[in-house]
């Protein structure tokens, strides 16, 4: 029987996981440990294994699962920027991801979080927790499906969020530098982002992070959009250059914004900071700001989601065992 090791492994993952090894027939062992020097011997006598790895993994171990006749390392994310995939080549190890876990979460996500800034949610609440039920303007909302909304990345996720603004009634703009057509029936796309942002009230960032789109968002790029509009940041944190964001909205070019990712969130998410002092200073602005509503990294996190995640890094490492390649290799 094939026998796989799942590091990393949440309480959550568990069920899951042991569903998916009856189905398939194989042998799953889970331990909460991280995969490193320390732990990698753990892996011996398994034939592959699946992470979810958040930190870079010390050289050392490629070679060291190699010798264990170890031929894959099966990431239960989309992203494997933690990985020297050259490296993991040079010890034939296969690295692979789940590109697509469940956009539909992400997509509706973002329209509860657009819905929750036009409709001044988060301030109501505050008002409500006070016991003040006045009707005032400061917590008048807006409709949605009077607004356009630019989706900017029209991709997996882009394009199912632009179907759910759609669905509203909201006019969509599109930009891409890959436009799709099978997007053209629900947004009109636009050739450059400075034509999608110009009329929209609501900006929506669905890209991936490059080294092109780094701080694209910027204050040059905010003074361009229409007063008062809303940027959604549900993609990565570093697109958004976050002082000029805070800028722009104490200056009111901006009415608000939802960030579900910060430029540098790596050392606070996914950890429980309530007894220790925020240490970033940006970090802390985007907190407390009033206009801000911050979400850490959690658009994706639905049952849904997860068991995917389960599921597609279990399947790529059983794939590669099988057959001696995925089709989620990424090295
Ligand atoms: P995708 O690859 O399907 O789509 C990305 C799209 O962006 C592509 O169509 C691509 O052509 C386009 N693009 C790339 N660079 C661009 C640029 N400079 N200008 C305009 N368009 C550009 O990816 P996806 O699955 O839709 O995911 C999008 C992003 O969402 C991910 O890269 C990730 O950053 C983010 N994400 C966030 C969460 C979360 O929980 N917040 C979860 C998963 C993914």
């Given at each position: 029987m094939v026998r796989l090791l799942m590091y990393n492994t949440r309480e959550e993952e568990k069920s899951w996981a042991l569903e998916w090894a009856k189905q398939?027939?194989?042998?799953?062992?889970?331990?909460?440990?991280?995969?490193?020097?320390?732990?990698?011997?753990?892996?011996?006598?398994?034939?592959?294994?699946?992470?979810?790895?958040?930190?870079?993994?010390?050289?050392?171990?490629?070679?060291?699962?190699?010798?264990?006749?170890?031929?894959?390392?099966?990431?239960?994310?989309?992203?494997?920027?933690?990985?020297?995939?050259?490296?993991?080549?040079?010890?034939?190890?296969?690295?692979?991801?789940?590109?697509?876990?469940?956009?539909?979460?992400?997509?509706?996500?973002?329209?509860?979080?657009?819905?929750?800034?036009?409709?001044?949610?988060?301030?109501?609440?505050?008002?409500?927790?006070?016991?003040?039920?006045?009707?005032?303007?400061?917590?008048?909302?807006?409709?949605?499906?009077?607004?356009?909304?630019?989706?900017?990345?029209?991709?997996?996720?882009?394009?199912?969020?632009?179907?759910?603004?759609?669905?509203?009634?909201?006019?969509?703009?599109?930009?891409?530098?890959?436009?799709?057509a099978l997007c053209e029936d629900v947004l009109h796309y636009v050739d450059s982002i400075e034509t999608a942002i110009v009329d929209a009230d609501i900006v929506s960032i669905h890209m991936p992070a490059t080294a092109d789109n780094y701080y694209l968002f910027d204050y040059d790029l905010f003074r361009k959009f229409k007063k008062g509009a809303m940027l959604l940041n549900m993609a990565r944190g570093s697109i958004v250059k976050t002082q000029d964001l805070l800028r722009a909205l104490d200056e009111e070019l901006l009415a608000g914004a939802a960030l579900d990712t910060y430029e540098s969130e790596a050392a606070y998410i996914p950890k429980d900071w309530s007894d220790k002092p925020i240490e970033d200073d940006t970090f802390q602005k985007v907190l407390n700001h009033p206009k801000i509503s911050y979400t850490p990294h959690i658009a994706y996190y639905t049952d849904e989601a997860v068991k995917n995640l389960v599921e597609g890094g279990l399947n790529a490492a059983l794939e590669v065992i099988q057959t001696g390649t995925t089709k989620n290799r990424m090295n």
């Open positions: 398939n027939n194989v042998e799953v062992e889970m331990t909460a440990d991280l995969l490193t020097m320390d732990t990698v011997e753990q892996a011996k006598g398994f034939d592959g294994i699946s992470l979810s790895q958040v930190a870079p993994i010390d050289e050392v171990v490629y070679s060291e699962l190699a010798s264990y006749g170890i031929k894959q390392i099966a990431q239960r994310s989309a992203g494997v920027d933690m990985y020297n995939l050259e490296l993991a080549q040079a010890n034939h190890l296969i690295i692979s991801n789940v590109p697509s876990y469940s956009p539909e979460s992400i997509a509706e996500f973002t329209v509860s979080a657009a819905l929750n800034l036009i409709r001044k949610v988060e301030l109501i609440q505050a008002r409500v927790e006070r016991q003040d039920f006045r009707w005032t303007p400061e917590i008048r909302g807006r409709v949605l499906g009077d607004m356009t909304v630019a989706i900017i990345g029209t991709g997996r996720i882009g394009s199912i969020a632009a179907k759910f603004f759609k669905g509203f009634g909201a006019k969509v703009i599109g930009y891409d530098l890959y436009p799709n």
